[in-house]
């Protein structure tokens, strides 16, 4: 099991920039594939972005694509999200996940531990 706890969510306005971070506790981090989802009020949850377990590998939906950029640092347990060129239809909470299958996070949009969640709003 991995503990997540997500910061750097905040108020920003429409073509600004926020790196999300998601620090991770616990021996098995390096080995699941990390990934960050978000939830729109009165929506579900949905996939963003994921990144393998040496981070050789990402995938992203395709309003992350291009804007997004999703990255890890194994030596310090922490998965990171910058995000650019925002819009308000990025205004959400954004979870970090973590996950055994790439499958399951991708297609399935499900995660074995999830974060608390850091609320983004973008605004004028």
């Known amino acids: 099991q991995v503990q997540l706890v997500e910061s750097g969510g905040r108020l920003v306005e429409p073509g600004g920039s926020l790196r999300l971070s998601c620090a991770a506790s616990?021996?098995?981090?390096?080995?699941?594939?990390m990934g960050w989802f978000r939830q729109a009020p009165g929506t579900a949850r949905r996939f963003v972005a994921l990144?393998?377990?040496?981070?050789?590998?990402?995938l992203y939906t395709d309003s992350a694509k291009g804007r997004f950029a999703i990255s890890r640092d194994n030596s310090k347990n922490t998965v990171y999200l910058q995000m650019n060129n925002l819009v308000p239809g990025d205004t959400a909470v954004y979870y970090c996940?973590?996950?055994?299958?790439?499958?399951?996070?991708?297609?399935?949009?499900?995660?074995?531990?999830w974060g608390q969640g850091t609320q983004v709003t973008v605004s004028s």
């Open positions: 990144i393998s377990c040496n981070g050789d590998h990402t």
């Open positions: 996940a973590a996950a055994s299958s790439a499958y399951d996070m991708y297609r399935r949009e499900s995660a074995e531990d």
């Open positions: 616990g021996r098995s981090f390096s080995t699941k594939f």
